[in-house]
């Protein structure tokens, strides 16, 4: 029972309880609009390469702007940023909705809008990942970062449901409306909840940046997560885009087979968001990040090998798990080791290490894909990073102690900046 209740432990502190809810919430109505202007621009243009396109533009910012992000951060303070940045978001999504009510929803501007809406969400990230010590203590981070990873997967499995249901019952504008809506939830939790204050910066915002880059690169850990990252963001995180291929190589009913194929890789986020945070108790942490990282091309062997839908579906879920061990583990490692005076600069350089590998590797992994198949390109780039994997090993033992390493035995977090550890959660945090 114990072991089982790690897995939902940080709910126990109001404030991770309070927001981790109300993102929840948001989640699910960005999963309704991802899922009605993908379909939106597809009906009217007959295109499917739009889809692609207002895809590409609520994600790519984040590789872009992210060390903006990062920056401002460590600058300014957290709480109304984050909350202004929600807001200003559901006001996109409102507009959306309004122009496609009034029929005004050519694609271009759809593009333009979802794209606007991306990067206001590149620049609050970096602050969203930065509160979590104000949240919960650091023991209990891989849990917490765990259950954020599960929220934002429990959205990908109820989201589309929802908006397949909202879209035929009153139109696609009604999915847009919801999901301004839901931006609320982010805002009113933010307000009722207090953050320590940033450590601040007097240097211009370019130095800010570069300075945060080098923290990044000089802490041991935090390097090696970031690299991992990308490697595994480029070789793996492409079965995510190649799903529809898989589906359209496996059923003649396409859009139900992508549904459940992306039901299944939600639902196995989620289960490995419950089962990591034990696992991580019984075998420790670092343990459980190398089994992660060990066995997500195994798994994505299986699936690429699947000669059947129900098989690939079953292979997905199981991907999905694995893939959520792998990013909990990598981002707790960068919480755990980043200096306290430069989280949200590294943090933010973790993410661009996501937000550009992967479409790089999607749009490597598409082409390749429609000349050998998509079976056999994800069979092939497993393959590569578990080749990766033991190359690491063998050559370079210090980045894998380094992405492994325990914190309490410090890796230079001391030299790199001038703040100490920010305060566990319960001691510079209150709920209203």
């Not at 990067?119 to 969203?128: K, R, Y």
């Not at 601040?200 to 090696?224: F, K």
Request: net charge positive; aromatic share 8%.
């Amino acid at each position: 029972m114990r072991l089982g209740a790690a897995a939902l432990r940080p709910l126990h502190y109001r404030n991770f309880a309070v927001l981790w809810t109300a993102s929840l919430v948001s989640n699910v109505g960005t999963w309704m609009q991802t899922v009605a202007v993908g379909a939106l621009v597809i009906s009217r243009t007959g295109q499917a390469s739009w889809a692609v396109l207002v895809a590409a533009g609520a994600f790519l910012p984040i590789g872009l702007l992210s060390p903006v992000g990062g920056a401002l951060a460590d600058r300014l303070p957290r709480r109304p940023v984050i909350a202004s940045g929600n807001f200003a978001a559901g006001l996109v999504a409102a507009v959306i909705a309004a122009l496609v009510a009034a029929r005004h929803d050519d694609p271009y501007g759809l593009l333009a809008l979802v794209t606007l809406q991306g990067s206001v969400s590149a620049l609050i990230g970096p602050f969203t990942q930065a509160i979590l010590p104000d949240l919960v203590p650091r023991s209990e981070f891989l849990a917490a970062s765990s259950l954020n990873s599960a929220q934002w997967n429990a959205g990908r499995v109820l989201g589309p449901a929802i908006a397949g249901v909202v879209i035929a019952a009153f139109g696609y504008a009604a999915s847009f409306t919801a999901n301004a809506v839901s931006f609320l939830a982010v805002v009113a939790a933010v307000l009722c909840i207090r953050l320590a204050p940033p450590p601040g910066s007097q240097a211009r915002l370019i130095s800010s940046m570069r300075d945060g880059l080098r923290a990044s690169w000089a802490q041991p850990s935090c390097r090696a997560a970031s690299v991992t990252m990308a490697v595994v963001a480029f070789l793996a995180a492409p079965f995510i885009a190649l799903v529809p291929a898989v589906a359209l190589s496996l059923s003649q009913h396409v859009a139900a087979a992508t549904a459940a194929l992306t039901t299944a890789q939600g639902a196995g986020a989620v289960a490995g968001a419950l089962v990591l945070p034990p696992l991580a108790l019984r075998i420790g942490r670092a343990r459980a990040l190398a089994w992660s990282l060990a066995l997500l091309p195994l798994a994505l062997v299986g699936y690429g090998s699947a000669g059947s839908l129900w098989l690939a579906v079953l292979a997905l879920f199981i991907v999905g798990l694995v893939y959520m061990g792998v990013l909990a583990g990598l981002q707790t490692a960068v919480q755990l080791h980043a200096p306290a005076a430069y989280r949200g600069r590294v943090l933010s350089f973790f993410l661009v290490a996501l937000g550009v590998a992967y479409p790089i590797g999607a749009l490597v992994q598409g082409p390749v894909a429609d000349h050998i198949g998509v079976g056999w390109t994800t069979v092939a780039a497993a393959l590569i990073l578990a080749a990766s994997y033991l190359i690491a090993v063998l050559r370079w033992p210090a980045f894998v102690r380094a992405l492994t390493a325990d914190p309490a035995h410090g890796q230079g977090a001391a030299r790199l900046g001038p703040g100490g550890e920010a305060q566990p959660a319960g001691e510079s945090a209150g709920v209203c």
